[in-house]
């Protein structure tokens, strides 16, 4: 059993979820949701190989109100930004130099970046030592660099146990 459903919940929650997208228990899509519960955790099992478990659940819930809050606090900056002088947006690529020593919690990094409003994780480099991000507004590429890593880099060092070098 464990080999088809190697995460039960997840496949569960998958399930649930798409039912939940699709509005209807058409016996296609329920089909398609048993397929999708069956072969998206199979398949995602094979991403986590070599990353580590989850450590600190504390420090993965503050994570997790820490993004929500910047998400809400980024879309009335872009907003303000967009809907205010043009002419006042400095936007442009940043090199970030990533200390992480899990797959994981780079590709997660990566992903909090992204769904942050104004930032877009463009590239990660092969080593995942560097990540370039397009900030829609960066006059001081410096402070978001030091910014990312105060706010999410350093907590995802804690929940996933990643040693970090000193920067």
Known sequence: MRRWL??????????????????????AQVVLAALLAVGLPRAASSLRAGSRPLRAPGAALRLVARVACD??????????????????IRSRFIEVPCRLD???AVALLAGIITLTPGTLTVDISPDRRTLVIHCLHAPDPQAVIDSIRERYERPLAEIFSCSMPPS
């Open 71 to 88: 998400v809400v606090t980024s879309n009335l900056q872009v907003a303000r930004l967009v809907l205010g002088s043009r002419r006042r």
């Open 102 to 104: 899990d797959p994981g």
């Open 6 to 27: 190697p995460h039960p919940l997840l496949s569960a929650l998958v399930f649930a979820f798409w039912l939940l997208l699709v509005e209807t228990l058409d016996p």
